[in-house]
Structure formats: structure tokens, C-alpha cells
């Protein structure tokens, strides 16, 4: 996209948009992971500096991506990792976007030395439950003013469903929505070669008013500017 075709709709705007997947460490060499390329996320990024915001690019793994230009990169390893950078980068921001691949269990006890092979089988991996970073920041919110958050704060989900047996994709990212307490959800189909690791992507947009629009089938530039629109549009009628 050329930057100059873009609207400069974002000015004065301080987005923080998360990235990528996490990545759990097992032992030194070892972790659990997921298949978010970061593409997406990173998207997001590259066209709200296109649009005039300020932004904040929380990066966990990602794919070997080019770092959009003019955004401040920040790393984050762990989902813990990712957490603390997201909540302080958050503090002052006007918009935050949840794009990345959060992992929702991390191994409980993290080795210290590469775990050796034996003759028999390993024991089972305990898991222990990571914080859901977007409920945090949904719960932060409401208690604003002390909170150290901005209180008209719009804060974005993402989701990635495959569906299954008797309930559909958009069946369960409306119970998503509703759970999370999000301002907008972004929903992607996955699984069937969609989403994960591609250049295209295609899904719907939700917004806690109740308000459903499909997103068209585009590159992931093509449905960033999308969910900034419909960003814009609801920071627009928030301070009407
Ligand atoms: N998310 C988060 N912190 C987590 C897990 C998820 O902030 N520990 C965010 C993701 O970045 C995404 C949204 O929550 O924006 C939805 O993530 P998803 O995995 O679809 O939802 P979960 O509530 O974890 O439900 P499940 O994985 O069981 O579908
Ligand atoms: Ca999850």
C-alpha cells in the first residue's frame, strides 16, 4: 500500500498493537510455541504509522518480518514477558490491539539444564495458567481513574477459531466478545490453510454495540486499514 494513498486520520493518536506468538521455555533449548507468524500485527503497525499514529509494536516470536518504519519496538519473549511490556506501554494509549498469539499455559517449572533423554518416557509437562492480558487491560479500564489507564481507552481483540461440532465460528467469537469485554473483536477462520502463516486473510469484525461486518478477503494491509477504520470510527463517536 502506498503510504500517501492512506487517510492521516491517526494523528495524535498513541496506538500499542501486540505481535507474534509466545514462546514458554521447558528448559534452556525447549519451549511451547504457536504458529503466529506476526504478519498481521505487524500490518497493523506499518499502516497506523501510515495513518499519523504514534506506535507502540509489542514483538513476541514472530516470522522474519521487516520492522515497520517509525514504530517503537518492543520484545517481549514469555506471555509474561509480553504482559509487562503491554500494560506499560498501554498506560497512555488511546488504542490497544491484541494481535498477538498469547500462549494460555506455560510449562510450570522451567529447567534450569537442557532436560536429558532416559530409557523410559518423561513424565507428563504440568501446565500452569498465564494472565489474559486483554481481560486485564479491559478490568483496568474500568477502574480508571487509578488504574495508571486511559479510560476511554479502545482496546482490540483478536481471535482465531476453528469452530467445531454444533457451534460455528461466529457462535463462539460473540461468546468471545461478550467474555472478554473488548470494544471490538477481529475474528479470523482458521485451520484449511487460513490465517496462520499466510499472506491473506479474511474474517469479520465485531464490536461490543452489536454491530457485525465481514471483513473482505484482502492482504493483511488491506484488512489492517479495515480494523482502523472501524477504530476511528468508534474513538469518533466516543468523543462525540
Ligand atoms: N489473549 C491475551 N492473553 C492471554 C490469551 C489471549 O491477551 N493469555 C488475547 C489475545 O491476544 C487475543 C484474545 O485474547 O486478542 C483472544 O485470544 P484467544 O486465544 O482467542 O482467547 P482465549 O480467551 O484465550 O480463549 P481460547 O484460547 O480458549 O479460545
Ligand atoms: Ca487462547
Redesign the pocket.
Known amino acids: 500500500a502506498r503510504s500517501d494513498a492512506l487517510p492521516r486520520d491517526m494523528e495524535g493518536l498513541h496506538v500499542v498493537v ?1 505481535a507474534g506468538g509466545t514462546r514458554e521455555p521447558l528448559d534452556p533449548v525447549r519451549f511451547l510455541g504457536n504458529r503466529s507468524s506476526g504478519k498481521q500485527g505487524y500490518a497493523l503497525a506499518r499502516t497506523a504509522v501510515q495513518r499519523g499514529a504514534r506506535v507502540t509494536l509489542v514483538s513476541a516470536h514472530t516470522a522474519a518480518l521487516p520492522e515497520p518504519a517509525g514504530a517503537e519496538i518492543i520484545n517481549a519473549g514469555t ?1 509474561a514477558e509480553l504482559r509487562d511490556a503491554v500494560h506499560k506501554a498501554a498506560a497512555d494509549a488511546d488504542v490497544v490491539v ?7 499455559f506455560r510449562p510450570t517449572h522451567r529447567a534450569e539444564f537442557k532436560i536429558k533423554k532416559t530409557e523410559a518416557d518423561p513424565d507428563a509437562v504440568a501446565l500452569t495458567r ?6 486485564e487491560l479491559v478490568e483496568n479500564r474500568r477502574r480508571e481513574p487509578g488504574s495508571g489507564q486511559v479510560a476511554s481507552q479502545v482496546i482490540v ?5 476453528t469452530g467445531d461440532n454444533g457451534s460455528d465460528v461466529l457462535d463462539h467469537a460473540r461468546a ?1 466478545l461478550a ?2 469485554g473488548c470494544d471490538l473483536l477481529v475474528v479470523n477462520r482458521v485451520g484449511e490453510g487460513k490465517a496462520f502463516e499466510t499472506e491473506d486473510n479474511e474474517g469479520w469484525l465485531l464490536s461490543a454495540d452489536g454491530t457485525e461486518r465481514a471483513i473482505a478477503f484482502g492482504s493483511k494491509a488491506q484488512v489492517a486499514s479495515e480494523v482502523w477504520d472501524a477504530v476511528v470510527s468508534t474513538i469518533s463517536r466516543s468523543r462525540r
Do not use: T
Open positions: 501486540s506471555a491484541m494481535a498477538a498469539a498469547v500462549a494460555d498465564n494472565a489474559d492480558v486483554l481481560a481483540g483478536f481471535a482465531a477459531e468471545k467474555r472478554k
